[in-house]
């Protein structure tokens, strides 16, 4: 289960938005503990993709460092990333398992519509889905 704050989720589908038509990326700031994940803050990071920006992305590295300084800074760590699938369903495309890192929890946005957020974890490659709770 992955508890998000109400506050980061708007964050992300805000980001999702901006960023069209193009994908956006960012990093998830909280706790993990027992198979459950509590995502506190989204910190956008920059696309540095130099591909097709609307079917991909890379975030800037320099971007990870800072979020995960200020992250520590909290006594937060960062336990996942997002980025948003313009046109697409909010699953992990073959490009998006192949970059995984394991270990780490991926949110896909969907800015469409009312927006929606689906929130994933890559067990040796495979994309298994985990239920998103959106809370204060």
Known sequence: ???????????????ARAALPEECCGVLVGTAANGQWKVVAAAAVGNVSGGDRQRRYEADPRGILRADAEARRQGLDVIGFYHSHPEGEGRPSAEDLRLAWEGYIYVIAEPAGAGKIRAWRIVEGRAEELGVQVGA
């Open 1 to 15: 289960m992955v508890i998000v704050a109400a506050d980061a989720e708007r964050e992300i589908l805000r980001h």
